[in-house]
Each structure stands twice: as C-alpha cells, then as structure tokens.
C-alpha cells in the first residue's frame, strides 16, 4: 500500500517545482555601493531620533490634544509628528526590504529566520516585558498613571502584539509586523518581476482599504518591505541618488502641507473618507522616505557622517526603550519646561530625541558592563565586543 502512494507523491512535487518555476526566478543582485552603506547608518541615525516625536511627552489627554491641535504649538507638534515621526517610518522598512535582498539569497532558510528571531523579535519580548514592568510598577507604587494589567489576554498583546497594538511599547509592533516579512522575505525576494509587481499592487490595496488581517497588523510596513525589495530590484536607490534635490524634495513640499492640514482640521473629514485620507498619508510618506533617503546621501557624503554614525550602534536600543524614560520620566522632567500650549513646551518637545538618546547610550553602556552578551541581544545586534562601545560612547 505504501508503494501505491509514491506516484502521487512524484505528481505533487512536479506540481510544486512547476509552480516554484512559475513564482520564482533569477534575481541577481547587485553588491552595495559604499556610499550606499553609509546612507543606510545615517538614515537609520535620523530616522529613528525622529519617531521619538511620534510619541513625545504632551502632559495632555488625548482629547485634549486634538481639541487644541490649530493651536501655534499644536500646529509645531502635528509638523514634527506628521513629517519628520510618522514619515520616518517608511524609509525603515524600505531600507529592511532593500538590505534583505542579499542577504535572504545567501543563507539557508532556517539559518537566515533564526537570526532574524535573534535580532528582531528576542528585542522585542524583552523590551516589552521590561517596558510592563517598570511601567505598571511605577503605576502601582503611584509614581505615573498609565495602564495598569488586565488579564492574559491583555499581558500577551503587551509583551507580543500577536493580534493587537500595545498600550505601552506602541512601537514594537513595528519590529512584529516586520518579523513577520522577514519569514516571508526569503520567497519575496526570489518572485519574478511581474508577481512582485502584482503582490506590491495587491498589499497598496490593502493597505489604502485598511483591512484588518491579524497576520499583519499595519499592512503599510509589509507594503514599505516590498517597496525596498522592488528599490533593490531596479536600482531605484541609485536613480534617486542621481537626481537633483530639488526634484527629490518636490513631491513632499508638495503633500506635506496638505497632510497636515488634514491632521490638524481634517478630523471629521477623515472619519468620513478614510481611504482617500490613507492613501494621501501612503503618498505623504513615500515622498517623505525618498527626501530623506536623498538627505542621507548627502549627509554621507559629508564631514558630518562621521560624528552622526557614532550614534548608528544606539539606534536599536533607542527605538526599543525610549517609550520607558517617556513614560517614567516625562512627567516630572516635563513640569520644568510645562505641558503643551505653555510657554517653554516647544523646547522641550525638540529636545526629547536627543534626551532619549542619552538614556540609551546609559542604558547601553550598563548594558555592556553587565553582560556583554545580553547587551548584544537587547541592542539587536548592534553593540558587540568588536565593536569597542566605549569607545563609540567615549566619542559620540
């Protein structure tokens, strides 16, 4: 009886080589340039700093802060959020879609995810279960308010996001999201032009429909992956590198102020076109990813790429941890400068990347003079013994 089973067995695995070679094809790619290397660290550098504004300290509620948002510092906030937090996004993604072309075509399957789990998702546990911690504890003993645990169900979305967005770490479903295409990176980044076409138009669909599908849970990341796959694909990083950067920078000049206007007076606008707002918000970001890909470049090319990559080991364990001192800290270091809407919260909000960033170059070094080896597993990676963090720090 076993033997009769063979044949179908052959058939199914000619069904599954033919449908590989109709998915699948060649796709070489080229070698990074060197300058193309060094964009990547400084964008990372600035792109992260800027997501701290996406979550900056506010000493308001929410409603509060929409209520308020055509106020002068209102409208400053929604500028810094909306294009230089939010927009920062994008270029992440792309520039993990774009690094992943290589490196998913060179490693066995099982050894290309379980660096990734490594690198990604570990961080991300760890850093959300600490985040829990501290944060509820501090709730508890009365030092902030925040959210306080209710139940397993809410617990498991905190510390993995399997199904929904965190309270807390509202970040690091982010690095879920892109775990998830990291699993899927090594078919992505083999399919043939036309089905990657196809699946890239397909996720932009999802993505301007806002579906809800719990394998991704904010499809614009798989979308921005995909983006940095078809980049790697066709040069696109090259050609834009080529381009003036007056071209580069017109299509943001060009939606950014509409973006913002619709965030500060477009909130019932929203609610009823939700499309339309999300695909402007899709095209916003795009253009924001291309202007800064070209920043970077010029950046790279200049003196100022030296001191800004000294930073590049930190940026890991900044996008990880720099909700905990927001939300530890914010309040009592905020009531020096005051809440938004009063005189000096300006200065306080342009500050706070910069004061995250001090926390996680500490954070980083008692890290690495505790365990090396847990520091290199919350960094991502990042800080290693041969890369002399001390000496990063001792020049940043």
Same mark, same amino acid.
């Given at each position: 009886m076993p033997n009769a089973n063979i044949p179908i067995l052959r058939e199914l695995r000619r069904a599954g080589d033919a449908a590989g070679r109709i998915l699948l094809g060649s796709t070489p790619v080229k070698a990074a340039r060197p300058i193309q290397s060094?964009?990547?660290?400084?964008?990372?550098?600035?792109?992260?700093?800027?997501?701290?504004?996406?979550?900056?300290?506010?000493?308001?509620?929410?409603?509060?802060?929409?209520?308020?948002?055509?106020?002068?510092?209102?409208?400053f906030r929604w500028l810094l959020v909306e294009l230089v937090g939010r927009s920062s996004v994008?270029?992440?993604?792309?520039?993990?879609?774009?690094?992943?072309?290589?490196?998913?075509?060179?490693?066995?399957?099982?050894?290309?995810?379980?660096?990734?789990?490594?690198?990604?998702?570990?961080?991300?546990?760890?850093?959300?279960?600490?985040?829990?911690?501290?944060?509820?504890?501090?709730?508890?003993?009365?030092?902030?308010? $925040?959210?306080?645990?209710?139940?397993?169900?809410?617990?498991?979305?905190?510390?993995?996001?399997?199904? $929904?967005?965190?309270?807390?770490?509202?970040?690091?479903?982010?690095?879920?999201?892109?775990?998830?295409?990291?699993?899927?990176?090594?078919?992505?980044?083999?399919?043939k032009p036309g089905f990657l076409i196809a699946l890239t138009l397909i996720v932009l669909v999802w993505t301007i429909g806002n579906?809800? #599908?719990?394998?991704?849970?904010?499809?614009?990341?798989?979308? #921005?992956?995909?983006?940095?796959?078809?980049?790697?694909?066709?040069?696109?990083?090259?050609?834009?590198?080529?381009?003036?950067?007056?071209?580069?920078?017109?299509? #943001?000049?060009?939606?950014?102020?509409?973006?913002?206007?619709?965030?500060?007076?477009g909130f019932w606008f929203g609610r009823e076109n939700p499309e339309l707002m999300?695909?402007?918000?899709?095209?916003?970001?795009?253009?924001?990813?291309?202007l800064m890909w070209r920043t970077a470049l010029l950046i790279a090319a200049s003196p100022a790429k030296s001191f800004i990559q000294r930073f590049e080991p930190y940026m890991f364990l900044l996008f990880c941890s720099h909700l905990i001192p927001i939300w530890l800290f914010g309040l009592p270091v905020g009531r020096m400068f005051g809440p938004l809407d009063t005189p000096a919260y300006p200065l306080f909000l342009i500050i706070q990347p910069i004061l995250a960033l001090i926390a996680a170059i500490i954070i980083g070094r008692t890290l690495f003079a505790i365990s090396p080896a847990m520091a290199t597993l919350m960094s991502?990676?990042?800080?290693?013994?041969?890369?002399?963090?001390?000496r990063v720090l001792a020049t940043a």
């Open positions: 060094e964009a990547i660290s400084v964008a990372r550098v600035l792109c992260i700093l800027g997501i701290v504004y996406a979550h900056a300290w506010t000493g308001r509620t929410g409603a509060y802060v929409v209520a308020h948002s055509d106020s002068w510092q209102g409208i994008p270029l992440l993604g792309m520039v993990s879609g774009w690094l992943v072309t290589s490196s998913a075509l060179r490693r066995d399957y099982w050894g290309f995810i379980l660096n990734k789990a490594r690198t990604i998702a570990a961080p991300m546990i760890i850093w959300n279960i600490l985040a829990v911690v501290l944060i509820c504890g501090a709730v508890y003993v009365g030092w902030i308010r $925040g959210p306080s645990p209710r139940g397993v169900q809410w617990l498991l979305t905190e510390i993995f996001s399997l199904l $929904g967005f965190a309270n807390i770490n509202v970040q690091t479903p982010f690095l879920r999201d892109l775990f998830v295409c990291m699993i899927m990176a090594p078919l992505l980044v083999r399919l579906w809800w #599908f719990p394998l991704i849970l904010r499809p614009q990341v798989l979308l #921005f992956f995909l983006l940095g796959i078809c980049a790697r694909r066709w040069d696109v990083a090259e050609y834009v590198a080529r381009m003036p950067f007056s071209y580069a920078a017109l299509p #943001f000049v060009i939606l950014a102020p509409i973006k913002v206007a619709l965030s500060v007076w999300i695909a402007i918000e899709v095209a916003t970001r795009l253009s924001a990813a291309m991502g990676g990042r800080l290693r013994v041969e890369r002399e963090p001390n």
